[in-house]
């Protein structure tokens, strides 16, 4: 099993900028890749960025390239990752949950923050 914790949510002006943190702990050798996805009221939820375990490759979806960073870090016996969000626009406010994905193909979700953004 892999525990999230998430932090860094709230509430910012649009052309604001925040960070959101996600600690992994527990089964973390079997991370295959680590990411962010959001759900705002009345949608589905949708990616937002993905790294994968070595932290070398990422990927980001369309809506938030350029203005979102993922990145990943480490401490004794978590995994660390980090989106650091700038220039935010009232669409992208959500509930952001931090996900990973084993190599068994299983599927670890955070509890969410809620990151609102003010027009």
């Known amino acids: 099993q892999v525990q999230l914790v998430e932090s860094g949510g709230g509430l910012v002006q649009a052309g604001g900028s925040l960070r959101l943190s996600c600690a992994a702990s527990?089964?973390?050798?079997?991370?295959?890749?680590m990411g962010w996805y959001r759900q705002a009221p009345g949608k589905q939820r949708e990616l937002v960025a993905t790294i994968t375990f070595s932290g070398s490759i990422t990927n980001y979806g369309d809506s938030v390239k350029g203005r979102f960073t993922i990145s990943r870090g480490a401490a004794w016996n978590t995994v660390l990752i980090y989106l650091q969000m700038n220039s935010l626009k009232p669409e992208d406010t959500a509930v952001y949950y931090c996900?990973?994905?084993?190599?068994?193909?299983?599927?670890?979700w955070g509890q969410g923050t809620q990151v609102t953004v003010s027009s």
């Open positions: 996900n990973t994905k084993t190599f068994q193909g299983s599927d670890w």
């Open positions: 527990g089964s973390i050798f079997s991370i295959d890749a």
